[in-house]
């Protein structure tokens, strides 16, 4: 799997003639999808650990009822 904004960089430091326009918008776009990742990464830390609570919070409502006799 290739990175398509690694491979612009590539392009331009082998010498081949990129544009500053081309390099400012790889460079903008790049920033982006990174932002677009961390943001997706966050979420699904979020929802497991909320999964997480939700089961634990299961697990001592059972616990209080096994203990209690309810």
């Given at each position: 799997?290739?990175?398509?904004?690694?491979?612009?960089?590539?392009?331009?430091?082998?010498?081949?003639?990129?544009?500053?326009?081309?390099?400012?918008?790889?460079?903008?776009?790049?920033?982006?999808?990174?932002?677009?990742?961390?943001?997706?990464?966050?979420?699904?830390?979020?929802?497991?650990?909320?999964?997480?609570?939700?089961?634990?919070?299961?697990?001592?409502?059972?616990?209080?009822e096994?203990?209690?006799?309810?």
């Amino acid at each position: 799997m290739t990175n398509e904004h690694i491979e612009v960089v590539k392009r331009w430091q082998a010498g081949e003639d990129v544009s500053h326009e081309a390099l400012k918008a790889n460079a903008y776009n790049a920033e982006a999808a990174y932002v677009a990742a961390a943001r997706a990464a966050n979420a699904a830390a979020v929802n497991a650990a909320r999964a997480a609570d939700a089961a634990g919070a299961d697990y001592w409502v059972k616990r209080y009822e096994e203990l209690s006799n309810k």
